[in-house]
């Protein structure tokens, strides 16, 4: 079956970086992009961006412009988000979900990391 | 920054109709989508392109769309359907950026 599966909780301290995976399996890879949408404690979904498997085309959210970026490797069927410059607002579970576009509908959803990012 | 806008909350009693509704200014040309969210679990597919539901979700689900308005439907709900409830769509004037509407608590009891 189609499935996303992410990597563990991650603890970052303030100004580093973290590097969450999500490996795809039971479809085409390429034919699909990977989303990235993340959640604060008690919060709601914050769309972050996609990335294009086929040609790692991406679109990505305002206000992570220069702190985000989205990679993928096609050879093992793995999304990565890597996000820099760390604070505590970025505390939140992290999930990807795939799209062929950001148009089209999200579905399946990997079942999410948590980042904690705190001195 | 295009923003979608939800009510916070939705009480309803058990096989009673319950409507959410999501206002964008871009929901004239842009779907709307919907995802359902049980605590503690991942966002879950229930309506996309407006009105089309995917399979395996229940009758009950239904989707509209008219002007700047959608809404998500639940006609006879039940106890298992309280959860967040959130739209998504895009805005075709900031290169298709995707955006959340602050999502809907739906209480059944």
């Known amino acids: 079956q189609v499935q996303l599966v992410q990597s563990g909780a991650e603890v970052r301290k303030p100004g580093s970086s973290v590097k969450v995976s999500c490996k795809a399996s039971?479809?085409?890879?390429?034919?699909?992009?990977i989303n990235w949408v993340r959640q604060a404690p008690g919060q709601g979904l914050e769309w972050m961006g996609w990335?294009?498997?086929?040609?790692?085309?991406?679109k990505y959210a305002e206000n992570l412009q220069g702190r985000v970026s989205m990679t993928t490797d096609t050879s093992t069927n793995t999304a990565y988000l890597d996000l820099r410059s760390l604070r505590s607002d970025d505390t939140a579970v992290y999930y990807c979900?795939?799209?062929?576009?950001?148009?089209?509908?999200?579905?399946?959803w990997g079942q999410g990391t948590l980042v904690t990012v705190s001195s | 920054s295009y923003e979608l806008t939800q009510p916070p909350s939705v009480s309803v009693s058990p096989g009673q109709t319950a409507r959410i509704t999501c206002s964008g200014d871009?929901?004239?040309?842009?779907?709307a989508f919907w995802y359902q969210q049980k605590a503690g679990q991942a966002p879950v597919l229930v309506v996309y392109?407006?009105?089309k539901r995917p399979p395996g979700i229940p009758e009950r689900f239904s989707g509209s769309s008219s002007g700047t308005m959608a809404t998500l439907t639940i006609s006879g709900a039940q106890v298992d359907d309280e959860a967040d409830y959130y739209c998504?769509?895009?805005?075709?004037?900031?290169?298709?950026?995707?955006?959340f509407g602050p999502g809907t608590k739906v209480t059944v009891l």
């Open positions: 979900a795939r799209s062929t576009t950001p148009l089209n509908w999200f579905d399946p």
């Open positions: 039971g479809y085409t890879f390429i034919h699909y992009g």
């Open positions: 990335i294009s498997a086929y040609d790692s085309n991406t």
């Open positions: 871009a929901l004239p040309k842009e779907y």
């Open positions: 392109e407006d009105r």
């Open positions: 998504y769509s895009t805005d075709s004037s900031d290169n298709y950026r995707g955006v």
